[in-house]
């Protein structure tokens, strides 16, 4: 068999790698280019996902799905309706000035996950595993939401004032 006709294929070729790491960079930058052009986007996400929330607390609380006390399911429940309330009506009445509107819910958003936090270490031993997955993921869910709204705000502003 002559090997001199077979041609290798080169040992590090990572060109491949290159092209998916830039596009990918590219895609997340897009998205957070997207939410800044419509930053009414980012509270209708917002408000929808504090309505899934105060559902759910509202389900967990009527069926005893979390094992937390029902007086702090309430109690969330109350806050998330809240902010349900806040999101939308900056979709819906917001034309200009998103950015300090952004900043505020996320810094609510980010406090709200504390309070979570906080709640699961202090009920963890009431937990069931369905309450310990569901304020873990929501928590991760919002902590995420809160990383986009506080980068777009701070993009918004920048290009606010770059003249």
């Known amino acids: 068999m002559n090997t001199s006709s077979v041609k290798s294929l080169p040992q590090n070729d990572n060109s491949h790698k290159v092209y ?66 806040y999101s939308m009506c900056c979709y819906f009445l917001l034309k200009d000035c998103w950015t300090v509107f952004l900043r505020i819910i996320g810094v609510a958003n980010f406090l709200y996950s504390i309070l979570t936090m906080t709640l699961i270490y202090s009920f963890y031993e009431d937990l069931t595993p369905m309450g310990l997955i569901y304020f873990l993921g929501e928590i991760l869910l919002i902590l995420f939401l809160v990383g986009i709204e506080l980068i777009v705000a701070n993009m918004m502003s920048k290009k606010k004032f770059n003249f």
Do not use: Q, W
């Not at 509270?43 to 609380?61: E, M, S, V």
């Not at 799905?65 to 109350?78: C, E, N, Q, R, T």
């Open 20 to 85: 998916n790491e830039s596009y990918m960079k590219i895609n997340v930058g897009g998205k957070l280019d997207y939410f800044s052009r419509k930053p009414g986007t980012l509270f209708l996400i917002d408000g929808l996902g504090a309505a899934l929330t105060t559902l759910c607390l509202f389900l967990g609380h009527h069926y005893g799905y979390f094992g937390m006390p029902a007086y702090i399911l309430k109690y969330l429940s109350v806050i998330g309706l809240f902010y349900c309330a």
